[in-house]
Every structure is written in structure tokens, then in C-alpha cells.
């Protein structure tokens, strides 16, 4: 009997691959936020993101048509729910670009490594530690000093508040998936949830927008390159990684779509920023070390040190969880 290439590998062998898997499509996004500002400015934003979609759903679907079989209940209300979460993240997110910078957008879109821990607790129960709490308030600190800098433009609902209002989507999304991919295809669950946001960007497309007249070669490339690599094959990524990874390591590693998001804001759309700006992603990205290495840090050293109390430390801690 034949055996799958993934059934061959150990868990730390697929928790690595995983892993590196997330790092390659963090690149991928942070390099889609300089495209899309200059696409965004040809292009309406619904009638881009309902291309991107609909793209997305249709190559993946006929990728994955031997996974339709599997369709039932289960696969269709999991897989619309997580949807919904994805396409108003990027509903959010794609008009906060329009009055924000790529490299800003790309940072505050990482809110959502802070705030996965806390719908974690809410939805599976897993409660967030002193530190969680931290990173949180350390996060806001820096959020403040980016948007409340005079020399970007300063606060603006419809830029920086929609980007942050899109980290919370975002953030839902990741324990969606993390809630219910594990026993999903991950083919067929990504599928339906973009089809589920082409849905609804349709919707908005057609309430409140027109086709564009016209549209450049490269506003054209722009939106094929969103559609195929930006979205389809970064969300299987995504959605491979987190199945394997968790949703909080994955969160942590997603976060550098910001740091890349800003170095290729800064190399191809000639983004400056101010001290005090560069302060505030300095800030953020602490929150997230906060939030994620130091944790790990400390827990690998308790290990370290007691070695023979962790066995009795973890089963007890199993056994407290449901009742929390």
C-alpha cells in the first residue's frame, strides 16, 4: 500500500516545513502592498477585490476537483463563516490602503498576531497569559506613535482605522481556520472560503461601483499577480502552515508580512518614514516578540531546569482545560 509523501515525515519535520512554508507567503503579501496602492489608484477597490476572488476561487477549484465529492454541511457553513472573516479583512484593509501608505497598512495589518491569543480564549477556551496581556498594551503603544505622527498625516478612520479594523478580521480568520482545518481538506476548505468573499465582493461591487473603462498592462499584471500568488497560493499556503503549525506560531511568523511589506514599500514606492514612525514599528514588532518568543523562551528554560516535573506539569494542565 502506497504511503503519502506528509505521512512519511515526523510532526517536528512537518512543524518545519510548515513553518517555512508560512515564512515564503509572508513575502509573497508583503510584496502585494506596493502593487495594489498604485493598481488602487486605476482600479476601483471592490471591482479589484472581486477580480482577485473570483480568480483565486476558480483556479483553486478546478485544482481541487476531485475534493468535491467531499462537500457536505460541515465543509459549507465552516468554510463560509471563515469566508466572511477573509473577505471583509480585505475589504478593510484594501480601502484603508487607499488612504494610507503600503508600508503602514502592511505593519498595523499585524494586530491581528496580538489579538489571536485573546479570540483564542473566547473561542476554544485557551486563556491568555500576563505576557498576552503585555504585548497588547505595548502593541497599542506602538500603534499610537504610527498613527499619531504629524509627518505621515496623522490619524485617519478611513486609512489607519480600517487597517486596524481589518487585524481583527484578519485575526478571527486565523482561528477559524485553526478551529476548524484540522479535519478539513485544506484544498477544498480554502476554495470555499474564497468563494464565499467573491460572493460578497460582488455584492459591493455591483451596490456601489462600475466597470472600469479601461485598464493598463501593468494595472492588468498587478491584478492576475494578486489574484494567483497574493491570494490563491498564499491562503493554501497559509492554511497548510496553520494546520500544522498552530494558529499562534503561525500568527507570529505572519507578522513579518509587515516587515516586509515595509522594506519593499521602501524600495520600489519610495516610502520615507519619520523617527516617529519608525519608532512605532519598532514598538510593534516588541508587542510581538513579547507576545510569541518570550513565552517560548521561558517555558524551554523551565524545561531546562526541571526536567523532571514537566510530564506531571503538562498532564495536569490537560486535564484543567476543560473545565476552564
Avoid at 502592498?33 to 477549484?61: C, H, M, N, Q
Amino acid at each position: 500500500m502506497k504511503t503519502s509523501f506528509l505521512t512519511r515525515l515526523s510532526d517536528g519535520q512537518k512543524r518545519n516545513g510548515a513553518k517555512i512554508i508560512l515564512l515564503l507567503s509572508t513575502v509573497l503579501w508583503g510584496s502585494s502592498y506596493f502593487i495594489l496602492k498604485d493598481t488602487l489608484d486605476e482600479v476601483p477597490p471592490y471591482f479589484l477585490l472581486t477580480f482577485r476572488f473570483l480568480v483565486s476561487a476558480v483556479l483553486l477549484g478546478l485544482i481541487c476537483f476531485k475534493k468535491w465529492k467531499l462537500m457536505n454541511v460541515t465543509y459549507l457553513w465552516q468554510g463560509v463563516l471563515t469566508g466572511v472573516f477573509l473577505a471583509f479583512a480585505y475589504i478593510f484593509q484594501t480601502l484603508g490602503l487607499q488612504n494610507t501608505t503600503p508600508g503602514t497598512s502592511a505593519f498595523l495589518t499585524t494586530v491581528y498576531c496580538i489579538l489571536v491569543p485573546f479570540i483564542g480564549w473566547a473561542v476554544m477556551k485557551r486563556r491568555p497569559t500576563l505576557l498576552n496581556l503585555a504585548a497588547a498594551v505595548v502593541c497599542m503603544a506602538g500603534i499610537g506613535l504610527v498613527c499619531m505622527d504629524g509627518g505621515s498625516g496623522g490619524f485617519s478612520m478611513k486609512g489607519e482605522g480600517y487597517t486596524i479594523i481589518c487585524g481583527v478580521f484578519f485575526a478571527f480568520q486565523i482561528v477559524a481556520v485553526d478551529r476548524f482545518g484540522q479535519k478539513l481538506d485544506t484544498f477544498l476548505f480554502t476554495t470555499i472560503q474564497f468563494f464565499t468573499a467573491f460572493v460578497i465582493c460582488l455584492v459591493f461591487f455591483l451596490a456601489k461601483e462600475s466597470m472600469p473603462t479601461s485598464l493598463s498592462p501593468d494595472s492588468a499584471f498587478s491584478l492576475v499577480y494578486v489574484g494567483v500568488m497574493a491570494t490563491c497560493v498564499c491562503f493554501v499556503m497559509m492554511n497548510v502552515g496553520i494546520k500544522y503549525a498552530s494558529s499562534i506560531a503561525a500568527s507570529l511568523i505572519l507578522s513579518l508580512e509587515g516587515v516586509f511589506g515595509v522594506a519593499f514599500s521602501m524600495i520600489f514606492y519610495h516610502e520615507r518614514l519619520t523617527l516617529q514612525v519608525g519608532m512605532g514599528f519598532a514598538v510593534i514588532f516588541v508587542a510581538l516578540l513579547l507576545n510569541e518568543v518570550l513565552p517560548k523562551l521561558i517555558a524551554s528554560r523551565r524545561d531546562a531546569a526541571f526536567p523532571s516535573v514537566r510530564p506531571r506539569k503538562r498532564t495536569e494542565v490537560y486535564k484543567r482545560e476543560p473545565c476552564a
